[in-house]
């Protein structure tokens, strides 16, 4: 089992900057790809971010390229989502995810790839 818990979501302006970090512990968190999902209010969640499990390989939905950075700390155990120039449409709960990696390059963009979850952080951007 792998342990995730969101922290860094709140309320920011458009422009602002957040940095959200999710906090991993149960098991070795170098061996798991890690990702970054977001859910607005009537929608489906969808990919945002995610990260292989050497922080190398990085990979952006097109609305955050450029403005969101995943990071990842492997001696921690924390994995981040810089967020600048936040647009009211960035608007939602965030989710970090994990899957064990396949291969070096894995980190899929696909929610039903990811076997754990955290509980999501809000985060709400006003214009």
């Known amino acids: 089992q792998v342990q995730l818990v969101e922290s860094g979501g709140g309320l920011a302006q458009f422009g602002d900057s957040l940095r959200l970090s999710c906090a991993a512990s149960g098991r070795t968190f170098s061996r798991y790809a890690m990702g970054w999902f977001r859910q607005a209010p009537g929608k489906e969640r969808e990919f945002v971010a995610a990260?292989?499990?050497?922080?190398?390989?990085?990979y952006y939905t097109d609305s955050v390229q450029g403005r969101f950075t995943i990071s990842r700390d492997n001696v921690n155990s924390t994995v981040y989502l810089q967020m600048d120039n936040l647009e009211a449409e960035d608007t939602a709960v965030y989710y970090c995810?994990?899957?064990?990696?396949?291969?070096?390059?894995?980190?899929?963009?696909?929610?039903?790839?990811?076997?754990?979850w955290g509980q999501g952080t809000q985060v709400t951007v006003s214009s």
């Open positions: 990260i292989n499990w050497s922080g190398s390989q990085t």
């Open positions: 995810a994990a899957v064990l990696s396949r291969n070096y390059y894995y980190a899929p963009p696909s929610a039903r790839e990811y076997d754990y």
